[in-house]
């Protein structure tokens, strides 16, 4: 039988970090991932010249984790605007970081959207995530609608901007998640400058990939696990069509779908996304900016020409158009609860006053088990040791996030190392 010191189940994020960490302390380290490529959520498809993310994501370099453990220039990224264009009744109003962006300063102001009240509101609510994020993380949380209230944040700003920017973000319209969560996720989009790489977002799974294998950790590919059990004092690890593989540890760092089929822990809660990807031979607009609907008045939480901002996603001469909506949890099991291509069609016409109806739809990503839900309080981790040798990560285990995700592998291998009292 073969035999490995651990097998980390699943090549996401997570579980690519885990390995790296593991092989790089010179255990011999066994990656088992499903697909027949890395990268889990995080994954692009070429099509038709195009390229295609498995839904809308973007990575922000200014996540610390990030820092730490991606090589971001290799990954050449192509960053949006930080900023927000809204469709509003009478027109469309751009919002632009006042430091990145200081000729949007004037256009800002002039919006209407950002009155004196909000403004001081707003400042009231994010300052002691952007100076004291610490104390945010181990303070008193509530849901986020709740903490806008407090702040005193209920204009314009918050109605027609915050809301629909952060529905997409979160998957998640009701104002139910942490409030804490999303101050500090609203933190990374004011230090950093979120944006794509040139490749698409399977580029950084691949990094990681590459990272985990330099060091020694083999990644097999289409080698989906059936069963993980204990074994005299081993674990036991059955692999769909092979030889059952065992270790003296495992890391199951597969997603918040799966994870409760291999692992007793209750099965995550999470939130769906929907995004369609539509090709145009002229771009509705220049900018790159990321576009909401002020006005709510469709499924649509948000969308982006890509192509402006990373020529790369779309063929010379052709333009790349995403639109992401909420997947409801109805649609799970009922695709007539989903959002319908002729209302996504009617509302992009609105928000970008330009006629979409010619758009080519190239694809439709449903993505059920998008993100993990973020109630409050506010949960940064879980524990990694599930029992005995048997680990669990993923960013259902930390915040869901990239960052969450990187963290809770890097935890998982620490847990690991201390489980087999390997030196650091």
């Not at 707003?122 to 849901?143: E, F, K, Q, S, Y």
């Not at 220049?286 to 063929?315: H, I, K």
């Not at 940064?380 to 990560?393: D, E, M, Q, T, Y």
Request: overall charge positive; hydrophobic content about 45%.
């Amino acid at each position: 039988m073969e035999a490995h010191e651990v097998v980390v189940i699943g090549a996401g994020l997570a579980g690519l970090r885990c390995a790296a960490r593991l092989a790089g302390a010179g255990l011999d380290v066994l990656v088992l991932e499903a697909d027949d490529r890395v990268g889990g959520r995080q994954r692009t498809d070429q099509v038709d010249g195009f390229l295609l993310d498995r839904g809308f994501q973007v990575l922000n370099p200014a996540y610390p984790a990030v820092r730490r453990w991606v090589q971001v220039d290799r990954l050449r990224m192509r960053p949006f605007p930080v900023g927000v264009r809204v469709r509003r009744e009478n027109g469309v109003a751009e919002l632009r970081h006042p430091l990145r962006h200081p000729t949007g300063i004037a256009s800002t102001l002039a919006s209407g959207l950002i009155s004196p009240r909000d403004a001081i509101a707003l400042a009231r609510w994010i300052t002691p995530a952007l100076l004291r994020p610490r104390h945010v993380i181990a303070g008193t949380d509530r849901a986020l609608r709740d903490g806008w209230d407090r702040a005193g944040l209920t204009g314009a700003l918050r109605s027609q901007v915050l809301e629909p920017f952060l529905a997409g973000v979160l998957a998640d319209d009701s104002g139910a998640t942490s409030d804490s969560f999303a101050r500090l996720l609203v933190r990374m989009f004011v230090l950093g400058r979120p944006g794509v790489p040139e490749q698409g977002i399977g580029a950084l799974p691949a990094q990681l990939s590459a990272a985990a294998a330099s060091r020694g950790a083999v990644v097999r590919l289409g080698a989906a696990v059936k069963a993980v059990r204990p074994d005299r004092s081993a674990m036991e690890i059955d692999v769909s069509g092979g030889d059952p593989v065992r270790a003296r540890a495992v890391v199951v760092a597969v997603g918040p779908d799966a994870v409760a089929d291999l692992v007793e822990v209750p099965r995550p809660q999470t939130k769906g996304l929907q995004t369609w990807w539509f090709s145009a031979d002229a771009a509705p607009t220049a900018s790159a900016l990321l576009s909401v609907d002020g006005r709510r008045r469709g499924p649509v939480v948000n969308t982006a020409v890509m192509s402006n901002a990373a020529p790369s996603y779309a063929p010379p001469g052709m333009h790349l158009i995403q639109a992401t909506c909420l997947l409801p949890q109805a649609a799970r099991g009922d695709a007539q609860a989903a959002p319908r291509e002729r209302d996504v069609r009617r509302q992009l016409c609105e928000i970008w006053g330009a006629d979409a109806a010619d758009w080519r739809l190239i694809r439709r990503d449903d993505i059920p088990d998008a993100l993990p839900v973020q109630p409050p309080p506010l949960r940064v981790r879980s524990p990694a040791r599930i029992a005995g040798g048997l680990f669990v990560a993923g960013d259902h285990r930390d915040t869901a996030s990239i960052q969450g995700a990187l963290v809770s592998g890097e935890r998982a291998a620490s847990a690991v190392l201390a489980g087999l009292a390997v030196p650091r």
